[in-house]
């Protein structure tokens, strides 16, 4: 993955922990999807920009840059505003300010009508909707994340990793079953896609449905042997299933994989359970 952008392996109990802060959703039955509950996050974020929360975290330099940039987009220096804002978005987007990196993205993709550029965009709103806590931020970064992935995806459909993180953002939304049916149109088209089989595996864990984590885990790392959180996550769907023998075998192979001491004091934790 985006990446992603998208899960992180943490600590102990409380990687799947985390888990379940996501909308619950069965996603075991092929032919039907059932919410079983989600948190209405439709409602638009009150935060119009999200810059001014993170100005007090720029360094000096930083901040000398922003005001430059600023203080040319100010004096109506339209000739070069796409590339200032670009400027911009680069400056929050290194600094892992990326809902503001987003902000300054989206509106040079809007002045420029720039599919490179609103991809820019979509991926620091995605980014910014993966770590996103408050029910606002989360509708408002999955809203823009939806709004500019979709102007590329009009132009070219086969990109699925972008296909992909629009789904992940339904699942979290008050339509969780769109994201679902996305993530197996993904699937049919390409049965080997790794983010769609990973986000899968995850979505079953977080329902309760380990049997079925753990299948789709198997064909992950069937066909991505070296995805890390795929091989870990199985093991941790052996465990939940009560598993035990595969789910240690599964954990020492991992174990055998990364030089990791967070993962490995993670791994460590479920083989003292066992």
């Not at 979505?203 to 069937?222: D, H, M, V």
Request: no cysteine; glycine share 6%.
């Amino acid at each position: 993955m985006k990446k992603t952008q998208l899960i992180l392996i943490v600590v102990g109990i409380i990687a799947i922990a985390g888990l379940y802060a996501l909308p619950s959703v069965v996603v075991d039955n092929e032919g039907e999807v059932n919410a079983i509950s989600q948190d209405n996050a439709g409602a638009e974020s009150s935060e119009s920009n999200p810059v001014a929360m993170h100005e007090a975290e720029l360094t000096p330099d930083q901040e000398a840059a922003v005001a430059s940039l600023r203080g040319q987009l100010n004096q109506g220096n339209t000739a070069n505003a796409v590339e200032l804002l670009d400027s911009l978005g680069n400056i929050y987007q290194e600094l892992g300010k990326y809902d503001s990196a987003g902000y300054y993205f989206a509106q040079a993709a809007d002045e420029s009508k720039s599919l490179a550029l609103a991809e820019k965009a979509g991926e620091s709103f995605y980014e910014a909707f993966t770590f996103a806590l408050e029910a606002e931020k989360v509708a408002y970064t999955a809203e823009e994340t939806r709004k500019y992935f979709n102007q590329v995806l009009e132009k070219d459909p086969t990109r699925l990793d972008l296909k992909t993180k629009v789904a992940m953002t339904y699942v979290s939304s008050s339509n969780p079953m769109q994201g679902i049916t996305m993530l197996r149109e993904i699937l049919e088209q390409d049965p080997q896609n790794e983010d769609a089989l990973f986000n899968m595996g995850i979505l079953a864990i977080q329902s309760g449905q380990y049997k079925r984590a753990s299948e789709r885990f198997e064909e992950l790392i069937k066909y991505h042997p070296q995805n890390l959180q795929g091989q870990f996550y199985l093991g941790v769907s052996y465990f939940e299933a009560n598993q035990k023998n595969k789910a240690k075998a599964q954990f020492e192979a991992v174990k055998e994989m990364t030089g990791d001491e967070m993962i490995l004091n993670s791994i460590q934790g479920y083989l003292d359970r066992l």
